[in-house]
């Protein structure tokens, strides 16, 4: 039975629904507030001084030792930011392996990701991927970072997916992310991720006049496994070599009355207020648990990698590639001691969720933490 704060969980493997009810319970809410925010925009191209017209994800992170650390999260959020408001029953959960597909020398991030679910009434530590997306960052954590990202079809997995990159950004896909995105994928790491996830809506009439900032943030729970293939390390004696914790908030748009223009410069400089005095609150509230890093989360794979170490050769011999994940089996890979068995990479990659040694938490785990009281 679906909680009833959690209503969304019964969408949980399907997306279009999901994404349809999470889009009307944030404009019935906004609406709530009393305030004329009619129309729902989404985050519009940041244009450079020479005319670029750039994707952008304006968004903030903190990383913590432990998910256990942002006990409160949603009381820090709803007591301490005057203006901030959590949007009723839009929280939500995913479990999801992310892949790092270029190494630290790269101009830009590669990744791949799927989100996990499981068959009903499965065993619990099985999960199965669906809802593929294959991304290009620039690269680190901090600012806004140019953001591309396409879905790839599941019946191929093994698509090139520059094409569909241009096919979606067209004109405004720099030069330099397209020839990026040509190139062939290569597994350096796995990160396997569970994500408590909820949005928020800012309003500051006293620096942005009628328009309010529409904010996903989350609560993240991961591991990183130690190799590519996510097989046993001996040097850190485990199949993991990291786990961790990351408080994320990301704005997804703005709400303004029905024809409203807003000014390019006037909303950019809402989104990075914003950001900000999310920032402030969550650093004070967190400071004794936060780890200082500049590292996005792929970058995080590939210097947990690196420090246990793996080497560049290591993983070009390995030549390993995202769809192999996706298979119960790769055909391709034989066990080091027994040449007639494959290697299950599904399997491996479900232990990044459910090692015994570093469980990730359940997703009702997160979001009861999350909305725990601070007294």
């Given at each position: 039975m679906t909680n009833p704060h959690r209503p969304l969980f019964k969408h949980i493997r399907n997306h279009t629904a999901l994404f349809a009810e999470l889009a009307q319970l944030r404009n019935n809410y906004a609406h709530s507030l009393g305030m004329q925010f009619d129309q729902f925009h989404k985050t519009p191209?940041?244009?450079?001084?020479?005319?670029?017209?750039?994707?952008?994800?304006?968004?903030?992170?903190?990383?913590?030792?432990?998910?256990?650390?942002?006990?409160g999260l949603k009381t820090i959020l709803s007591t301490r930011i005057l203006g901030f408001h959590l949007v009723t029953n839009s929280d939500i959960g995913f479990r999801y392996p992310t892949a790092?597909?270029?190494?630290?020398?790269?101009?830009?991030?590669?990744?791949?990701?799927?989100?996990?679910?499981?068959?009903?009434?499965?065993?619990?530590?099985?999960?199965?991927?669906?809802?593929?997306?294959?991304?290009?960052?620039?690269?680190?954590?901090?600012?806004?970072r140019e953001e591309y990202?396409?879905?790839?079809?599941e019946q191929d997995v093994k698509l090139d997916p520059s094409p569909l990159f241009v096919n979606k950004y067209a004109e405004d896909l720099p030069e330099a992310v397209r020839t990026f995105a040509a190139?062939?994928?290569?597994?350096?790491?796995?990160?396997?991720?569970?994500?408590?996830?909820?949005?928020?809506?800012?309003?500051?009439?006293?620096?942005?006049?009628?328009?309010?900032?529409?904010?996903?943030?989350?609560?993240?729970?991961?591991?990183?496994?130690?190799?590519?293939?996510?097989?046993?390390?001996?040097?850190?004696?485990?199949?993991?070599?990291?786990?961790?914790?990351e408080v994320e908030w990301e704005v997804m748009g703005y709400f303004a009355p029905k024809q409203m223009h807003v000014e390019h410069d006037h909303i950019w400089s809402a989104i990075n207020h914003t950001l900000e005095a999310i920032s402030a609150p969550l650093e004070e509230a967190f400071a004794p648990d936060i780890l200082t890093t500049d590292q996005s989360k792929t970058e995080r794979i590939l210097s947990a990698v690196a420090s246990a170490g793996?080497?560049?050769?290591?993983?070009?011999?390995?030549?390993?590639?995202?769809?192999?994940?996706?298979?119960?089996?790769?055909?391709?890979?034989?066990?080091?001691?027994?040449?007639?068995?494959?290697?299950?990479?599904?399997g491996r990659l479900n232990r990044l969720f459910y090692h015994p040694d570093m469980p990730l938490p359940s997703l009702k785990e997160l979001h009861f933490l999350a909305q725990q009281s601070l007294d």
């Open positions: 191209k940041l244009i450079t001084k020479s005319g670029q017209r750039l994707s952008i994800e304006p968004e903030r992170s903190i990383v913590l030792k432990n998910f256990s650390a942002a006990r790092a597909l270029a190494g630290l020398d790269a101009p830009y991030i590669k990744r791949f990701r799927s989100e996990y679910f499981h068959r009903v009434d499965e065993n619990r530590d099985i999960c199965r991927p669906t809802n593929l997306s294959y991304g290009i960052k620039s690269r680190g954590k901090s600012d806004n990202e396409v879905w790839i079809p190139e062939p994928p290569v597994v350096h790491g796995w990160m396997g991720v569970k994500r408590c996830a909820f949005e928020g809506i800012y309003y500051n009439k006293a620096l942005f006049g009628d328009i309010a900032i529409s904010v996903a943030l989350s609560l993240d729970a991961y591991n990183i496994g130690a190799k590519p293939d996510l097989s046993m390390s001996s040097e850190v004696g485990s199949s993991i070599c990291l786990g961790g914790a793996v080497s560049d050769a290591a993983i070009a011999e390995q030549n390993l590639k995202p769809w192999e994940f996706l298979q119960t089996m790769s055909e391709e890979r034989k066990k080091n001691h027994d040449a007639s068995r494959s290697v299950n990479f599904l």
